[in-house]
């Protein structure tokens, strides 16, 4: 091996360190992140249920999906969680020596890591409250016509709820990155394209809120479980492709570390 392929080899390693490094930070800010301010939401989501439950029994009328439901909100706080944080990291990240391709890699990996643990934690609600109804001798099937009968089918609920939360995180990133590198008017068109990976997901998966009605428009409301997940799979490679797109020509803003440090 010559000096220079050595170098070559040598600057290779050190480039690729870095890139893992910037990976690593991106997606462990977003995962850490997206639970220390996930706790409170469901928090605030549960008691949310107890207290519709609790005026449901007043009026003598219970609905599990009232209650559950708002387990499903699950995948609206991530949409606005990510068009929230990039705007405060993606100029530090590029600023301290990252590149925007472990910017991207490491979205699409704290959104994948967030969505299915946030799945999963719907999936415990809502299977909590069908037990809570059930041991009480309430309906626990849904009023709405979605893929899952109700919360006793955990791993369907973790598919279905998983994979949304993973779409609505990264369509809020998508539409975070438009804003902040592409102006108001060509922000707002991204707005309309991260909704394409959406409303994919939602009418393969049926999520009850408006992805059923979707469904009966296109003829797909009978969706089986392994297509259902096929759809909700390439909702999210939509959205992940996207947000590489969009990512790869923004312009990123200097950062002035001096100011941001010395107030």
Not at 44 to 66: K, P, S
């Amino acid at each position: 091996m010559t000096a220079t392929t050595q170098r070559t080899a040598e600057r290779h390693a050190l480039e690729a360190a870095a890139h893992r490094r910037g990976v690593r930070t991106v997606s462990w800010y977003y995962i850490g992140g997206t639970w220390y301010i996930g706790v409170w939401f469901w928090a605030i989501a549960l008691a949310v249920g107890a207290l519709v439950l609790w005026i449901m029994r007043l009026n003598d009328e219970v609905d599990v999906t009232a209650v559950g439901g708002v387990a499903g909100s699950a995948r609206f706080f991530l949409f606005v969680l990510g068009i929230l944080l990039p705007l405060m990291t993606i100029g530090v990240h590029v600023a301290a020596g990252g590149t925007r391709r472990s910017y991207t890699q490491g979205l699409w990996i704290g959104a994948a890591v967030s969505g299915v643990t946030f799945g999963i934690a719907s999936g415990l609600v809502h299977w909590g409250s069908w037990w809570l109804f059930r041991s009480n001798g309430w309906p626990t099937a849904s009023a709405t016509s979605q893929l899952y009968a109700d919360g006793s089918e955990v791993p369907l609920v973790i598919l279905v709820e998983g994979l949304a939360c993973v779409v609505y995180y990264l369509a809020g990133m998508v539409i975070a990155a438009g804003f902040y590198g592409y102006g108001f008017v060509r922000g707002v068109l991204l707005v309309l394209a991260a909704l394409v990976p959406v409303v994919v997901a939602e009418v393969f998966l049926r999520s009850g809120y408006f992805g059923d009605a979707l469904a009966g428009l296109v003829g797909l409301d009978g969706t089986p479980v392994w297509l259902a997940a096929l759809g909700g799979l390439l909702g999210i490679v939509l959205a992940a492709a996207l947000l590489r797109v969009v990512l790869r020509g923004v312009a990123i803003r200097p950062v002035d570390f001096a100011a941001s440090t010395g107030g």
